[in-house]
């Protein structure tokens, strides 16, 4: 897990892993199939520490709001989890149990099924997409071509500020 918490999961291989732990490539290949199936298994792990609110859920806005803002935070500074939930639709246990405790948030909160599955998309999609965005411009700064500020003012809305404030606009709306 520390290879992927601290980023070097890009260069990890099953038999790099294998001759940290001191076993044989085969010993890790009972468990997994490839690089992909433990990347996916340690970010399950890593998401199930990290997702859950500590608000109540009587108050579904600010239930939802501080869940999808854990899993922005875990999708920033966990690169790896980011390039799993880019790579393919999540469906480990742990994001299991997550979409299944927001919906039924959602639910309570809205009253429909329906209304809240697509609610969740949104969220979900929103949340996605703007820590896809906000990891990518980590540690960007503006050249010297930037004389008027117009790139600095356009990267200061991937921060979380405003990733709170968007998910506001798309709550209201929701709520409407």
């Known amino acids: 897990m520390r290879a992927v918490a601290s980023g070097g999961y890009e260069d990890m291989s099953i038999r790099s892993l294998a001759a940290d732990l001191g076993v044989a490539p085969m010993t890790i290949y009972r468990h997994v199939v490839d690089k992909d199936d433990l990347l996916d298994e340690v970010v399950d792990r890593l998401l199930a520490r990290s ?8 108050d579904w806005r600010a239930w939802i709001t ?3 803002d854990k899993l922005r935070r875990f999708l920033v500074t966990s690169p790896a989890a980011l390039h799993v939930y880019l790579r393919h639709p999540v469906v480990s246990p742990a ?12 639910r309570q909160g809205m009253g429909d099924e329906d209304k809240a599955r697509r609610a969740y998309a949104a969220i979900h ?3 996605l997409g703007f820590a896809a965005l906000e990891a990518s411009r980590s540690g960007w700064s503006p050249g010297a071509d930037d004389v008027n500020g117009l790139a600095r ?12 404030d968007g998910l ?3 709550l209201d709306g929701i709520g409407a």
């Open 51 to 58: 997702w859950r609110p500590s608000v109540s859920r009587t």
């Open 66 to 68: 501080q869940a999808a």
């Open 95 to 106: 994001a299991i149990a997550r979409m299944n405790a927001m919906m039924a948030v959602l």
């Open 125 to 127: 999609t929103y949340t």
């Open 153 to 164: 003012e356009l990267a200061s809305y991937t921060s979380p500020r405003q990733f709170s």
């Open 168 to 170: 506001c606009y798309l």
